[in-house]
């Protein structure tokens, strides 16, 4: 095991079980911050993984999720933004 | 053991340790607009270093030019989502007008 593949676990078990939990609790809006940053260590995680195994082919993978996951994560922010604007809130939200 | 390697390891901890302090920032602040600060440094900082990392141990080339170029797409886009989703939590919590411009 050398210092990439390393890497990769650290952030395997303890960057993304954090990610899952900030994306499964909370407001629509609030689970897109964990969405977002879970998209940013697949994506240092995919890069590790090139250098990790020694195969350059992986990175390639790491570049389309950094260009389609700010896109996908727009999108949402579009989506829930408008929504909540234009419709009653009728969520029971947090006063933390 | 080389210089490059020993510099290569150095900035791959300290990516990696920004990466998991924003993970752990994000379920420690309790607010909504708190845990916009936890999105910014792991995109701006903390996947940056880890290519930054692996560019030095891959040496110059084609490889660490491609590697720069993915850290600053994803820094670009790690900005940009972040006003999105704080424009987003802002309509949320009533902060914003309907007619307010985009």
Do not use: Y
Not at chain 1, 15 to 40: F, K, Y
Not at chain 1, 74 to 85: E, M, Q
């Amino acid at each position: 095991m050398n210092a990439w593949l390393l890497a990769i676990a650290v952030l395997l078990t303890l960057a993304m079980p954090l990610c899952m939990g900030a994306t499964a609790r909370g407001t629509a809006v609030e689970r897109l911050a964990g969405l977002n940053l879970a998209t940013t260590v697949v994506t240092a995680v995919l890069l590790l993984t090139a250098q990790g195994f020694g195969r350059s082919s992986f990175a390639d993978l790491g570049l389309v999720l950094a260009v389609l996951g700010p896109a996908g994560t727009l999108v949402f922010a579009r989506f829930l933004g408008g929504r909540s604007i234009e419709t009653p809130d009728t969520s029971t939200r947090r006063e933390a | 053991m080389s210089v490059r390697h020993v510099c290569a390891l150095v900035l791959l901890v300290a990516g990696t340790g920004v990466l998991l302090l924003s993970a752990v920032g994000l379920v420690a602040l309790p607010r909504p607009f708190q845990r916009l600060h936890a999105l910014t440094p792991a995109t701006t900082v903390g996947l940056p270093l880890v290519a930054l990392a692996l560019a030095v141990a891959t040496g110059p080339g084609r490889a660490a030019v491609k590697l720069l170029l993915i850290a600053v797409i994803v820094a670009i886009g790690g900005a940009v989502t972040a006003m999105a989703i704080g424009r987003a939590t802002a309509q949320h919590e009533r902060l914003l007008r309907k007619d307010s411009p985009e």
